[in-house]
């Protein structure tokens, strides 16, 4: 008998991290035959294969399988409150089950998805849209990331602020002062927001926010406003700065570290730009202000199309303020907005 003349060796993958050897043989002798299978080194693992140009079949090699850490997604869509009776019901007197789903679960999807698409291994993969939103938000070469990121904060935003239940305004007494004494009316608020979402040429959201007066190193004041973002713009003044106290092209390494130690760790009894006033003060473009939102309206057309039609918007946004949930808008306004009427201070003129 003889023995095959050449046996080379060749890897196959068994599974993602191990591998088996399987020996292939050339026929250089027509003497050779199939019985000759048998005499074959018994250090062969795996059948042997007869032919170089014979095809090897898919279902001869192990399947390979991605490693678990590159199958997992680390961006969701974020549960509401109640997605199960809105899935079901749809929201009271402004989205059918459909409008919603089209609204929230089939939009919210496509931006959380893409989102993981364009994070997949990058060292800010973990971080959450907002804090995105924030770092990319100047970066042109990452404007798709800024703008996916965005749209999934700004409609989960929107989206929390509706319930099955919503509280009315009187129910919220302090906030509604507070409103008042910005704007004199609930009826004026309403007016001013609804007028501006409908004037939007194009989509976006229209939000109330409290504009604090950071220039106060001891008292925090501020305003009621109303702001409008376009496409996936962003409310947060932080995004539209990166505070940097050291000039980077005339320091080094060791000016940079000096920079840094010297900043204290507790901010508690400090003044100037290591304050916590300061360094709140110090993430705002010089003339901006620090912006706390507490409501949004979404404009973008697939938010009503399906409910209110193409020339719905008008009608979608009067159904919408009456859906709010105040108690939401309560929960979402800082303490001071409304502090003076807490300690039955008179308003301030």
């Not at 042109?140 to 099955?164: Q, V």
């Not at 507790?266 to 006033?277: D, L, R, V, W």
């Not at 193409?310 to 919408?320: C, E, F, M, V």
Request: hydrophobic letters at 35%; aromatic letters at 12%.
């Amino acid at each position: 008998m003889k023995r095959c003349s050449r046996v080379s060796q060749v890897r196959l993958m068994k599974s993602s991290f191990h591998f088996e050897k399987l020996a292939i043989c050339d026929l250089e002798d027509s003497a050779y035959s199939e019985d000759d299978h048998e005499t074959v080194s018994p250090t062969i693992e795996r059948p042997i294969i007869e032919r170089l140009d014979m095809p090897i079949m898919s279902s001869l090699l192990p399947q390979q399988r991605l490693p678990q850490l590159q199958r997992r997604k680390l961006h969701h869509v974020p549960p509401l409150t109640y997605d199960e009776t809105f899935r079901r019901d749809g929201v009271p007197g402004l989205f059918s089950p459909t409008g919603y789903q089209i609204a929230w679960t089939t939009y919210q999807n496509l931006m959380v998805q893409k989102l993981n698409e364009l994070t997949a291994g990058e060292p800010f993969e973990n971080k959450q849209p907002k804090d995105i939103v924030i770092q990319f938000a100047r970066d042109p070469m990452n404007a798709s990331l800024f703008n996916h990121a965005s749209m999934a904060h700004n409609n989960h935003y929107f989206f929390s602020g509706l319930s099955t239940s919503p509280q009315y305004i009187d129910n919220c007494p302090l906030l509604k002062e507070s409103l008042e004494h910005t704007f004199g009316s609930m009826d004026t608020l309403r007016a001013t927001m609804l007028d501006t979402a409908a004037a939007m040429f194009g989509p976006g959201f229209v939000w109330l926010v409290w504009a604090r007066d950071v220039t106060s190193p001891t008292v925090r004041r501020g305003e009621w406003r109303i702001l409008t973002t376009y496409l996936a713009g962003t409310p947060y003044p932080e995004a539209g700065y990166r505070h940097q106290g050291l000039d980077m092209n005339t320091s080094n390494a060791a000016t940079y570290a000096a920079y840094q130690a010297a900043e204290p760790v507790n901010t508690a009894g400090k003044f100037g730009p290591y304050s916590k006033t300061g360094k709140e003060s110090g993430m705002i473009p010089p003339g901006g202000v620090h912006l706390m939102p507490a409501l949004c309206v979404n404009t973008w057309e697939h938010t009503y199309i399906y409910d209110f039609g193409l020339p719905g918007k008008r009608k979608y946004l009067a159904d919408w303020w009456e859906a709010v949930d105040w108690g939401t808008v309560e929960y979402n306004t800082p303490r001071e907005a409304w502090q003076d009427f807490d300690q039955g201070m008179p308003r301030r003129q």
